[in-house]
């Protein structure tokens, strides 16, 4: 980024639509998720989301200031590259060369909110005992755990859970036959080997825009409904909303394991639905 008098734009192709406001001046675009932009006086400047649709219900946020970007200094001549800004390897695209001399293993994961059969309407606080839909494994009694009943909220009476499709095409995927949340005992592991290179595709089974984030290794997303696209590096990626049990919508990415054996986790980014199980850990070895 250009620091003289400057302010970045394009922070995210992920959660919502960013711009940067008042005369400022895209200069260059570069490789990679950040673009160059160059201003001329100082003042102030935001970074601002713009309107977005989250995807369910027509809920929409309104517009909001992410940064303040006060320029203090008059202009310094400060040459800017003449071409795209170096790449480091560990951003190198994945080709599909590396992909399959690496490993290429191919994983569908499927983010999916439960809807458990409805309270009882005389019911103003309905038992947590509620049996739970029918596509969610129930050992022993770890329902009172999944379930965050609240009196009608779009929360209430729902298990968010993940569940490992076994892979297919992306009309096609073979869907799982079961979803279990993160705080099961029989909780979902992907084991991944250390220094591989694999292709995950990432289901969304509701008409919400499941924001997945995954730790430690980016993501070079190169389809979006199985279609290709502009590739590009994200750590958080909107699913598509619009999906359904059978017509799921759905993101495709590449990603490197490597420098870290160990531990993490890949979740909804949404916060209430992470917490209630929309999780799940990957061991690499
Ligand atoms: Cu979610």
Redesign the pocket.
């Known amino acids: 980024m250009a620091i003289r008098a400057a302010a970045c734009w394009r922070l995210a192709r992920s959660l919502r639509t960013t711009t940067c406001c008042r005369r400022a001046w895209f200069w260059r675009r570069a490789i990679g998720p950040a673009s160059w932009c160059r201003q001329g006086a100082p003042g102030t400047y935001y970074l601002r989301t713009l309107k977005f649709q989250i995807g369910r219900d027509g809920i929409t946020l309104a517009e909001d200031i992410l940064a303040e970007v006060v320029v203090i200094d008059d202009p310094r001549p400060m040459a800017l590259p003449s071409g795209p800004l170096p790449v480091p390897n560990a951003l190198a695209p994945i080709t599909d060369q590396e992909l399959a001399s690496a490993g290429g293993l191919k994983r569908s994961i499927v983010?999916f909110?439960v809807a458990n059969p409805p309270p009882t309407p005389t019911s103003p606080n309905p038992p947590i005992t509620d049996p739970p839909a029918s596509t969610v494994v129930h050992p022993g009694n770890e329902l009172n755990d999944w379930v965050y009943q609240t009196d009608g909220t779009s929360l209430a009476n729902k298990v968010?859970a993940l569940g490992a499709a076994s892979g297919g095409s992306s009309t096609n995927p073979g869907m799982p036959a079961e979803y279990i949340p993160f705080q099961s005992s029989r909780a979902l592991k992907q084991t991944v080997a250390l220094g591989s290179v694999e292709e995950w595709t990432i289901f969304n089974m509701?008409n919400?825009r499941?924001?997945f984030h995954i730790h430690i290794n980016p993501c070079w997303v190169v389809k979006i409904n199985g279609q290709p696209i502009d590739p590009y590096w994200a750590d958080t990626i909107p699913l598509p909303a619009g999906g359904s049990p059978t017509a799921p919508t759905s993101v495709t990415f590449r990603s490197r394991f490597v420098d870290f054996a160990g531990s993490y986790v890949m979740h909804?980014?949404?916060l209430v639905?992470?917490d209630m199980g929309?999780m799940q850990t990957i061991e690499v070895i």
């Open positions: 983010m909110a968010f509701n919400i499941h924001p909804c980014h949404m639905h992470e929309m």
